[in-house]
Antibody, heavy 125, light 109 residues
Framework: QVQLQESGPGLVKPSQTLSLTCTVS??????????WSWIRQHPGKGLEWIGY???????YYNPSLKSRVTISIDTSKNQFSLKLSSVTAADTAVYYC?????????????????WGQGTLVTVSS | QSVLTQPPSVSGAPGQTITISCTGS?????????VHWYQQLPGTAPKFLIY???NRPSGVPDRFSGSKSGTSASLAITGLQAEDEADYYC?????????FGGGTKLTVL
């Protein structure tokens, strides 16, 4: 059973960089069949996809956040990480890491089959 | 404003059937991208519910079913149970970008 667990500071000051790590257990992050993603949920709101990384290190980000986002991977530790720079109160959210699976029924898309429990990050001075 | 539109809320009595719609456009669902669904119980992470419009992962009861037609998709829940009370989200692609619906809160009366 694959499990994902987010970790990192729950409080970040405005203008600083939010940093989170997702540790994957029960499976290898290097299996080559999956993307490793970050998704966030503003309080009381819906889900927003942030971006993903492949085990090769290739990344793809949501254009709305692309200028501030960096996702990296450490296959030796079975972890991947999120950095979001220049944060404001609008970045206060629960951040989830998830495993993303490519699916080609019609045109190829993907879905998220395993999720971390989520971690609340508050941006405040 | 979400790219995929869901009703903010639906409700039903135990045992009844409800449906949740997910309306898109020609750049996402109508373009041929599949729709996937998630259930989010209060205070928990989303749970994978339906993939590829109508496929259930192992462990998901057959009370849950999905369909897609044109630029819309639907999630149906039959034999409604109290534990089905949750938020439900549809997800698809739009111009190669993952997009979610705004979510629907299901209340079991």
């Amino acid at each position: 059973q694959v499990q994902l667990q987010e970790s990192g500071p729950g409080l970040v000051k405005p203008s600083q960089t939010l940093s989170l790590t997702c540790t994957v257990s029960g499976g290898s992050i290097s299996s080559g069949n999956y993307y490793w993603s970050w998704i966030r949920q503003h309080p009381g709101k819906g889900l927003e996809w942030i971006g993903y990384i492949y085990d090769s290190g290739s990344t793809y980000y949501n254009p709305s956040l692309k200028s501030r986002v960096t996702i990296s991977i450490d296959t030796s530790k079975n972890q991947f990480s999120l950095k979001l720079s220049s944060v404001t109160a609008a970045d206060t959210a629960v951040y989830y890491c998830a495993r993303e699976v490519e699916y080609c029924g019609g045109d190829c898309s993907s879905y998220f089959d395993y999720w971390g429990q989520g971690t609340l990050v508050t941006v405040s001075s | 404003q979400s790219v995929l539109t869901q009703p903010p809320s639906v409700s039903g009595a135990p045992g009844q059937t409800i449906t949740i719609s997910c309306t898109g456009s020609s750049s996402n669902i109508g373009a041929g991208y599949d729709v996937h669904w998630y259930q989010q119980l209060p205070g928990t992470a989303p749970k994978f519910l339906i993939y590829g419009n109508s496929n259930r992962p192992s462990g998901v009861p057959d009370r849950f079913s999905g369909s897609k037609s044109g630029t819309s998709a639907s999630l149906a829940i039959t034999g409604l149970q109290a534990e089905d009370e949750a938020d439900y989200y549809c997800q698809s692609y739009d111009s190669s970008l993952t997009v979610f619906g705004g979510g629907t809160k299901l209340t079991v009366l």
